[in-house]
């Protein structure tokens, strides 16, 4: 990949980042815009297979990778977001608590398929392989997504999530249905974020010639209308066969050695908005938090009081049964911090942000006498720290019983000076 660098949205970019670090309110921006400067340092491009369920993407997936490594079926199958990248052939399932499990290619439609992870009951945030295949070399991150439209709303809701993960987009249609509602709402979703767009009619064998050049003729027309553009890339193919899927390939991994930083760039530049508009919404909610009652504050500060213990004793509790294994308890603390996060968000109507680990950071602990260790004290203290950090924040967020009036000004001056930051980015971004 192109080892160039146009450091005008790096630098916006970064300068944000240190605009965000100055305030709790923006720590989960902050996480975003900073997963963005790493992506511009480093190149780093994200493909997504995108489209309503029942068009073909794991299918064109496996047949782009030359490897049947996604599970495909009669009906919708994939429930979760399924990552690609390069590497000697491997499989992990990351959940929601923050467990990593690696898992071997034959278990992957356990935590994969709609029908046997219906729902993702099983709470998998990811599933993330390897694979040696030549199309990844260069850095690519490969993703195929749940289809949309179904009566699987969760899959469509993690399908629209991950665009905004997306730098470009493989968006699948197919020939025995005319472009729908559904993926047109879609697709405008998508535009908010990817920056380069493939169109991949699929299923070109089960139709005549004629009937497929008017089908295409049709989609040329409708998706330069939806995309403002004058001509899109269409790819008629034949996933199943492996029709038309070189071309497509080619052409991404083309682009992927030629214009990756463009796409990058442009991709980044969309995102930004996002993030700032996402910033400027939580101070909506936050200035509307602060103009509630003492009475109802000191509630709210109540009900907060009540949930830390109940998460302390759950920890504890939950260290009686693991209270050697690192892994486990780390996983249950990442957990906590998840249902930390969703309770701020009940009683104040923001989000709190949090980074969540994926490696134990509980190595103390007393020495056992079999040479085992105890991590159970060093645990209910670092949930202890959690919980009263917690604490701390909310009080100065929102300055209950803050009797200092000049600190009181100061927050408010800081506020609206991020404010005016916000909103004079916004509008560079605009332009």
Do not use: W
Not at 151 to 172: G, L, R
Not at 393 to 413: C, D, Q
Request: with cysteine; aromatic share 8%; net charge negative.
């Amino acid at each position: 990949m192109s080892d160039s660098v146009s450091y005008s949205i790096l630098d916006t970019v970064k300068e944000t980042c240190g605009l965000f670090s100055q305030y709790e309110l923006t720590k989960g921006e902050l996480a975003r815009a900073e997963e963005l400067a790493d992506k511009l340092e480093n190149h780093k491009i994200t493909v997504s297979v995108i489209g309503q369920f029942k068009r073909g993407k794991s299918t064109l997936v496996n047949a782009i990778l030359g490897d049947k490594i996604l599970p495909v079926g009669i009906v919708p199958v994939t429930a979760v977001v399924t990552s690609v990248e390069y590497g000697e052939k491997a499989a992990a399932v990351h959940f929601d608590n923050g467990i990593i499990k690696e898992i071997g290619f034959d278990e992957m439609s356990y935590y994969i398929n709609e029908q046997e992870n219906h729902d993702n009951r099983l709470a998998v945030s990811q599933v993330c392989l390897y694979c040696p295949s030549d199309f990844l070399k260069d850095g690519m991150t490969f993703v195929d997504t749940p289809g949309v439209g179904s009566v699987h709303q969760k899959n469509s809701d993690a399908a629209y999530s991950y665009v905004k993960e997306s730098d470009a987009v493989i968006f699948m249609l197919s020939v025995d249905s005319p472009i729908n509602q559904i993926e047109i709402d879609f697709l405008e979703n998508a535009k908010e974020f990817a920056s380069k767009f493939y169109f991949a009619v699929n299923k070109i064998d089960s139709i005549d010639q004629s009937d497929l050049e008017d089908y295409l003729s049709y989609c040329k027309d409708l998706l330069s209308k939806l995309m403002e553009v004058k001509e899109v890339q269409l790819f008629p193919v034949s996933a199943k066969n492996n029709i038309g899927v070189e071309k497509l390939k080619n052409t991404i991994s083309n682009d992927c050695r030629t214009t990756v930083q463009q796409i990058i760039e442009e991709s980044a530049k969309l995102k930004m908005r996002d993030i700032v508009a996402s910033a400027l919404s939580q101070i909506v909610l936050y200035r509307t938090a602060l103009g509630m009652t003492h009475v109802e504050f000191d509630a709210k500060f109540a009900e907060m009081e009540s949930f830390f213990e109940e998460i302390k004793a759950g920890a504890v509790q939950f260290a009686e049964s693991f209270p050697g294994n690192a892994r486990m308890l780390e996983s249950h603390m990442n957990d906590i911090k998840h249902r930390l996060s969703a309770k701020v968000s009940e009683l104040f109507g923001i989000e709190y942000h949090y980074n969540i680990s994926e490696v134990d950071f509980f190595r103390g602990g007393k020495v056992t006498d079999d040479g085992g260790r105890d991590l159970r004290e060093s645990f209910a203290a670092a949930v202890d720290c959690v919980c009263s950090e917690l604490k701390d924040t909310l009080m100065a967020i929102f300055m209950h019983r803050e009797e200092n009036t000049y600190k009181v000004a100061r927050r408010i001056n800081d506020l609206n000076r991020l404010v005016r930051k916000l909103v004079k980015l916004r509008n560079q971004l605009a332009e």
